[in-house]
């Protein structure tokens, strides 16, 4: 298995960490340029993460771990019950569906330069969007029961894998996480997870200080 990606690429994260809880062992493959060309080549979209897997490209992080939890069952990503998993998807659909798509890179970038935003107002745009979803994630765990200590239980499962790089990219981009407990308290149970430490960005070969390193943001 070979998993494309670099070491702050949020979609490539949940990847990563699904792997390492699995014991999955994969090469990875830093992606210096997404500039149409040689990755192209790879995945046509031209997003990260991709997996080469027997000689055949999966791209989309949903699809991937859909592909891992098929092969690899155990650890299960998700709970056994029904409206358990339902529960779970939708928390990381939340995350994968409606918030990242309109936060990530490219959007950022199409707001500043052909549409002509300044950096505060692509700036503004991001954290709009943040405070929504986390809003409605952080009253999804209340309900819940939320953080105990994971997302949804004793054991971690698709919607910490989305969470933890999510908070990460937050911090990146300066948004408060004060309102957010149960989100933050999740997210520390993830913290002292081996398979979440070996994932973050600062232990990938491509990490060389410019960002902050997960485990002291
Ligand atoms: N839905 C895709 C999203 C992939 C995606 O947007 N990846 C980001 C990095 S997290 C990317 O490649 N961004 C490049 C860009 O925005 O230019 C997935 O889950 O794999």
């Given amino acids: 298995m070979r998993l494309y990606s670099m070491h702050r690429n949020s979609a490539g994260w949940r990847v990563r960490i699904a792997l390492h809880l699995k014991g999955v062992p994969f090469d990875y493959v830093s992606i210096k340029s997404l500039a149409p060309g040689e990755y192209q080549r790879i995945n046509p979209q031209g997003l990260m993460p991709a997996l080469e897997i027997d000689g055949r490209i999966i791209a989309q992080s949903g699809a991937i771990l859909e592909l891992i939890e098929e092969m690899h069952p155990?650890?299960?990503?998700?709970?056994?019950?029904?409206?358990?998993?339902?529960?779970?998807?939708?928390?990381?659909?939340?995350?994968?569906?409606?918030?990242?798509?309109?936060?990530?890179?490219?959007?950022?970038?199409?707001?500043?330069?052909?549409?002509?935003?300044?950096?505060?107002?692509?700036?503004?745009?991001?954290?709009?969007?943040?405070?929504?979803?986390?809003?409605?994630?952080?009253?999804?765990?209340?309900?819940?029961?939320?953080?105990?200590?994971?997302?949804?239980?004793?054991?971690?499962?698709?919607?910490?894998?989305?969470?933890?790089?999510?908070?990460?990219?937050?911090?990146?981009?300066?948004?408060?996480?004060?309102?957010?407990?149960a989100l933050l308290s999740a997210e520390r149970a993830c913290r002292d997870h081996p398979a979440f430490w070996a994932a973050s960005p600062e232990h990938l070969p491509d990490y060389r200080g410019e960002e902050p390193r997960w485990l002291t943001t």
């Fill in 74 to 181: 155990r650890p299960p990503l998700l709970p056994t019950d029904p409206l358990a998993r339902a529960a779970v998807r939708a928390f990381a659909q939340l995350i994968a569906c409606d918030l990242h798509p309109l936060n990530n890179n490219r959007v950022r970038k199409y707001l500043a330069g052909p549409m002509s935003q300044s950096p505060e107002r692509v700036d503004a745009w991001y954290r709009h969007w943040v405070a929504v979803a986390l809003t409605s994630l952080e009253e999804t765990l209340r309900r819940g029961g939320g953080g105990d200590p994971f997302c949804f239980g004793a054991a971690p499962t698709l919607a910490d894998l989305h969470l933890v790089p999510q908070l990460y990219n937050c911090r990146r981009f300066g948004c408060d996480l004060a309102s957010y407990p």
